[in-house]
Nanobody, 116 residues
Framework: QVPLVESGGGLVQPGRSLRLSCEAR????????LGWYYQPPGKEREWVAG???????LYADFVKGRFIITRDNGANTVYLQMNSLKPEDTGVYFC??????????WGQGTQVTVSA
């Protein structure tokens, strides 16, 4: 069973929305510590959003006001609502521990392409 499974990506036009999901294996990960990362084409992976231990949501500057991270404890799933998408949001989106990702546990990610 894969530890982290991301889904929900796709091809959308600028200004539209997508909702990503990350289902985590309960025995390995808790949604309380998960966050979202993304890797633009040809660039390094960087963080997008996550929760602090107190439950406060943190966002990278480039997504503030547009993306919302939520979680479902019962389903051990974390979501990323992506609104007002821009071409520069294009990339592969991953979930992992936040703020320090657990290497060796990266999933396949889900591709998001924002293009007219």
């Amino acid at each position: 069973q894969v530890p982290l499974v991301e889904s929900g990506g796709g091809l959308v036009q600028p200004g539209r929305s997508l909702r990503l999901s990350c289902e985590a294996r309960r025995e390995l990960f808790s949604v309380a510590t998960l966050g979202w990362y993304y890797q633009p084409p040809g660039k390094e992976r960087e963080w997008v959003a996550g929760f602090t231990p107190s439950g406060t949501r943190l966002y990278a500057d480039f997504v503030k006001g547009r993306f919302i991270i939520t979680r479902d404890n019962g389903a051990n799933t974390v979501y990323l609502q992506m609104n007002s998408l821009k071409p520069e949001d294009t990339g592969v989106y991953f979930c992992n521990d936040f703020p320090v990702a657990r290497e060796g546990y990266w999933g396949q990610g889900t591709q998001v392409t924002v293009s007219a």
